[in-house]
């Protein structure tokens, strides 16, 4: 199936006749991207539906109102991303952990999720993510899963190009480290 431009999407979105086709064709093309941009956040698979639902509700509501000066994925990604840090945040407050423990607890329900198919290695490179500040976190992820430009990234955080390289470069560091330290213990 061929892949639809943006640009048809939206307008499409904009005559009320094909509003619904719109949406089907922008979910089409989005809705995995952000099923797994959201699930590395928050780990959970039913959290992440949530989520994704939560985003795409979103979408709705404001795809009328979407000005193209930024590119519709990443606008897409960026109220997928709040939408992840406010459900995170709320996390914390609501069990009164720290964010370490929220990282902690993200672990464990990787470690025992059903839908976690990965192997020894995949489940490392999680758990050793999952270690990272909230920010790098999601820099890491973007970059790395989702292959995303510092450029693109940026508009997504409302970053500065410097900071994310410099924030992905010392996520990479300290996975690194993490990996190798495991290493030495089998």
Do not use: C
Not at 8 to 26: C, D, G, P, Q
Not at 98 to 116: I, N, P
Not at 120 to 129: D, F, M, S, V
Not at 150 to 173: C, M, N, Q
């Amino acid at each position: 199936m061929k892949q639809v431009e943006d640009s048809e999407i939206l307008l499409k979105f904009s005559v009320e006749k094909t509003r619904n086709e719109a949406f089907n064709l922008l979910l089409n093309k989005y809705q995995q991207k952000i099923y797994w941009h959201i699930r590395r956040l928050v780990i959970d698979h039913d959290d992440t539906d949530d989520l994704v639902q939560e985003t795409f509700v979103k979408v709705w509501k404001n795809l009328a109102n979407f000005r193209s000066d930024s590119q519709l994925y990443t606008w897409i990604y960026r109220i997928a991303t709040n939408e992840s840090i406010t459900f995170l945040n709320k996390k914390k407050l609501k069990n009164n952990i720290s964010l370490d423990d929220v990282s902690s607890e993200l672990a464990e329900s990787l470690t025992a999720s059903h839908y976690f198919d990965g192997d020894k290695i995949q489940r490392k490179l999680q758990e050793a993510i999952l270690t990272l500040p909230e920010k790098q976190r999601i820099i890491f992820n973007m970059k790395y899963f989702d292959d995303m430009k510092y450029d693109e990234i940026s508009e997504v955080l409302g970053t500065t190009v410097g900071a994310l390289k410099a924030s992905f470069h010392i996520a990479v560091k300290k996975i690194e480290a993490i990996l190798t330290n495991d290493k030495l213990e089998y």
